[in-house]
């Protein structure tokens, strides 16, 4: 089951969806669906899994001690912490409450015993809130294999007992808060503040690295304080970038594409991402936000829906600039490689089109394959032979320029005619045919 990830474009009434991930439909494909199938490839991660405890974070408001939890309430939180270390399933299969079958497969699926500290106590209550009769959540920091995790747990009473139900923000103080980075505007739950935190600091740093690799203009060093810290930053904003991520009721993040170019993002809290969707919890945000930045910098204010009714030459260059870019900006951040589209593998090296297929602006045509395949191998071979600075002046040119011969040219140096020669001879001896 992977979780449901739209784009659109346009405003208003006027928008339109161009691609969804949990449906997609290969005759009306776009860019954005490439970008999405990296990270969309998947089912959901277990409710159950491992999941790093964050800093510490502001508390909001006091918390209750742990004596003010009904005693009820308590004895499931107790019941539910014994079972998770345990690896008691029949004992969760009473504590857990999930209505939807699918949900419920998906959050307990891979479920396996937490194990027990050889000293420490198992588990501690970290935070609590009962905002009604029969609705709270706990904050609970539990020992997992070999550390402590820490999660959020919701419970409901239900028929006289509390069970444990799926992830459920409503429950929390509706109290939001908003902050700006140099590059973001994130609004938020305050109980997510420390998850802001931490995104925040991945997205600036993609947005750094990505405007030191391709050259984005400088102006004099301007500092904000958000987040509990002072983020400094010599790139100004080319896109007005804003996270809302407060939706109590979608189950899907909708990212909205303005004709100005400036992009909305919204969604529920990350938390949702942080324990129920683990595997997702780098890319959810991390790639489309990277693309556009990509795609922004060879576009300029170009970027806009209008863009993607009619793509201009060379736009798969373009993703495909923006794909070794994010495998890039993974491995310099210690995650593991990116596993790339079937687009992009499978090159004919056996009847190899001509170069000019990158060129093509039909891509979602019955060569886009072909397409992006040769525009993979274009970038790689430019990366290795001509250096990375050459994979920036491409990225440079190929919006300028008028043809595929101007781009090669001027961000390689060699002559169209010797360079096409060259590359054919470098994918035969690199690349097989699937």
């Known amino acids: ?235 100004p904003r080319t896109i007005a970038t804003t996270l809302i991520l407060t939706n109590q009721t979608e189950q899907h993040n909708d990212f909205d594409l303005a004709a100005t170019g400036d992009l909305t993002v919204t969604g529920q809290s990350p938390r949702l991402l942080d324990q129920s969707m683990p595997i997702y919890r780098e890319h959810y945000f991390r790639n489309p936000l990277a693309g556009l930045h990509v795609l922004q910098l060879a576009y300029g204010n170009r970027l806009s829906p209008r863009l993607f009714e009619n793509p201009p030459a060379g736009h798969a260059l373009v993703i495909t600039i923006f794909f070794h870019e994010y495998d890039r900006l993974l491995k310099r951040t210690g995650s593991n490689p990116l596993e790339m589209p079937d687009e992009f593998k499978q090159l004919d090296t056996e009847s190899l089109p001509s170069l000019d297929v990158v060129w093509s602006t039909d891509i979602n045509g019955a060569n886009a394959a072909q397409m992006y395949a040769a525009a993979y191998s274009l970038v790689i071979y430019i990366d290795q032979e001509f250096g990375e600075q050459a994979v920036t002046r491409l990225l440079q040119a190929v919006a300028a320029s008028k043809s595929l011969t101007e781009t090669l040219e001027t961000s390689t140096g060699q002559p169209y005619a010797e360079f096409e020669k060259d590359w054919r001879a470098w994918v035969k001896a690199n690349f097989t045919t699937p």
């Open 1 to 235: 089951m992977s979780p449901d990830l739209h784009w659109h474009v346009g405003e208003d009434a006027e928008q339109e969806t161009i691609a969804t991930a949990t449906s997609p439909r290969r005759s009306r494909r776009s860019w954005i669906a490439v970008l999405i199938v990296v990270v969309l490839g998947a089912g959901l991660g277990a409710m159950y899994r491992s999941i790093p405890e964050p800093p510490p974070r502001p508390t909001p408001s006091p918390s209750p001690t742990p004596s003010a939890i009904p005693a009820a309430l308590y004895q499931t939180i107790d019941r539910e912490a014994q079972a998770l270390a345990d690896g008691d399933r029949s004992t969760l299969d009473g504590i857990v409450d999930i209505p939807n079958f699918e949900r419920y497969q998906a959050l307990m699926g891979n479920f396996k015993a937490w194990g027990r500290p050889t000293a420490d106590a198992l588990y501690s209550i970290e935070d609590y809130r009962q905002v009604a009769d029969d609705k709270a959540w706990v904050e609970v920091r539990q020992f997992h294999t070999n550390r402590f995790v820490q999660e959020i747990r919701f419970y409901q009473l239900r028929n006289g007992e509390w069970r444990r139900i799926d992830f459920e923000p409503s429950f929390w103080s509706g109290q939001v808060e908003t902050a700006e980075t140099p590059h973001f505007r994130f609004t938020y739950f305050i109980e997510d503040q420390a998850l802001i935190g931490s995104l925040a600091a991945v997205l600036e740093a993609d947005y750094e690295q990505i405007c030191r690799d391709f050259a984005c203009l400088v102006a004099p060093e301007t500092c904000v304080a958000a987040l509990g810290q002072q983020w400094c930053s010599s790139f």
